[in-house]
Each structure stands twice: as structure tokens, then as C-alpha cells.
């Protein structure tokens, strides 16, 4: 099966979120990531939704049906930036510190708390970073683990432009008259 990112401009209101995953579950995929967010314009969100299946161009297509719905695209092919960011608690009794340390070097990873026996730390990568950075430190005995969803965006002038909505006297987002 083919890993699918689709990255959608939706209205950012209330329940939104709710029926976008609720037609992709109808639909038999499951969604292995979602992450959503505020956009560059007010009222309208980013949401990124990574699914595994050979085809998503119907739920594409069902997706527009969806009033909320602004914009989709499935950026699986295109030239895209993918991130995600980790957040682990590590066991770090004094005599591994050093090469817990030495690891974040290597990731860019940053420690952002340090108890008598633990370490909080931070890492933003691409998907596949993130995953080979839980691999290197697993051994150290990770006590907590939260990790994003992936978020992506279409390298160079191509992608959804936010900005080119406005919002309609109904509240409807409605492309800009340039």
C-alpha cells in the first residue's frame, strides 16, 4: 500500500475537524496522521491528513462535497517539506547523560528538561528522522513518547495559498478578486 498525504484548507469552526475525519473513516482508510493548524489567513485552517491505501481520489472527491472544505490536494508526488516533532522522556541516570547528549547533538535534537533520573527531549524532523532518532535512543528506556502529526507544504510557488480566500459576507471563505 501507498502512503497518501492530502493537505486541505478547511473553515476554521467548530466541528470541522469531526466531519473531515468521520468521511475519511466512512470511507474505510485509516489515518495514520493529522495534524491541523491556523493558516496565514484568519478564519481558515491547514490540515494535513496522511493515509495508506492505493487510491484516495474519492475521498478527495468527497472532501469537496463537504461545505467547510476550501481546497484539497493530494501532495503524495509533488515536491514537498514533511515535519513532525517528538517529545520523549528518556531514562538518564548519570552514567548515560553524556551519550544522551552526544545523540541529540547528532539530531538537533534539544533537551528541554532534566530531572534526577529523566530528560525531556525535543526533536522536529522529517518523518523518517524522527523515526530513526526513536530507534537510536529506545535503548536509553523511553518513559513517555508524544509525536505529531505530519505536516507538509508544496516546495516552490505551487501549493494552497490561504490568502487567496476571503471571507464572504455569509462567512463562507470565497476565492479573492485579484
Do not use: W
Request: aromatic fraction near 4%; charge should be neutral; include cysteine.
Amino acid at each position: 500500500m501507498k502512503t497518501h498525504t492530502i493537505v486541505l484548507l478547511v473553515q476554521d469552526r467548530p466541528g470541522v475537524l469531526s466531519r473531515v475525519a468521520g468521511l475519511v473513516r466512512r470511507r474505510g482508510y485509516n489515518i495514520q496522521s493529522l495534524a491541523v493548524g491556523h493558516s496565514e489567513q484568519p478564519g481558515i485552517s491547514r490540515m494535513t491528513i496522511v493515509v495508506e491505501s492505493e487510491d484516495v481520489e474519492q475521498v478527495v472527491k468527497q472532501l469537496y462535497r463537504l461545505i467547510e472544505v476550501i481546497k484539497v490536494s493530494d501532495v503524495t508526488d509533488d515536491p514537498i517539506v514533511e515535519r513532525e516533532m517528538v517529545v520523549l522522556k528518556l531514562n538518564a541516570p548519570a552514567s548515560s547523560r553524556h551519550e544522551i547528549v552526544s545523540m541529540c547533538g547528532v539530531f538537533d535534537a534539544k533537551i528541554v528538561d532534566v530531572g534526577a533520573n529523566t530528560m525531556i527531549v525535543e526533536m522536529t524532523g522529517s518523518p523518517a528522522k524522527v523515526e530513526n532518532f526513536i530507534e537510536v535512543v529506545r535503548p536509553y528506556g523511553i518513559r513517555e513518547l508524544m509525536r505529531t502529526g505530519r505536516i507538509a507544504m508544496v516546495r516552490g510557488a505551487r501549493g494552497q495559498v490561504a490568502a487567496e480566500y476571503v471571507e464572504h459576507g455569509n462567512g463562507v471563505p470565497v476565492p479573492a478578486v485579484k
